[in-house]
């Protein structure tokens, strides 16, 4: 069983910036692979971004291609994403994923573990 704890969520302006955090616990040697997913209001999760824990390029969603940066620190089972240039179409709650064997990034249903989710606001 894996934890994943997110952290670093909040409000903000359009323009501006955000890191959230994930730190996983529990059997993360399992763990192929970890990325965010964000839903909004009345709307289904859509990937965000998601990186192998053993390398390779990341993933990221066309919408926040050159604004948001995906990264790993694997001595701390942590993943963060760095959010740039926050619009208010960027509000939800943004959920921290992580999966053993992930073979479509954009599926749900790849990732095992799932975090408790993190509001992040983008006010215009």
């Known amino acids: 069983q894996v934890t994943l704890v997110e952290s670093g969520g909040g409000l903000v302006q359009a323009g501006g910036s955000l890191r959230l955090s994930c730190a996983a616990s529990?059997?993360?040697?399992?763990?192929?692979?970890m990325g965010w997913f964000r839903q909004a209001p009345g709307k289904e999760r859509h990937i965000v971004a998601a990186?192998?824990?053993?390398?390779?390029?990341?993933y990221y969603a066309d919408s926040v291609k050159g604004r948001f940066t995906i990264s790993r620190e694997n001595a701390k089972n942590t993943v963060y994403l760095q959010m740039n240039s926050l619009k208010p179409e960027d509000t939800a709650v943004y959920y921290c994923v992580a999966g053993v064997n992930v073979r479509n990034w954009n599926r749900p249903e790849e990732y095992s573990y799932w975090g408790q989710g993190t509001q992040v606001t983008v006010s215009s």
């Open positions: 529990g059997r993360t040697s399992s763990i192929y692979a």
């Open positions: 990186i192998t824990w053993r390398g390779g390029s990341p």
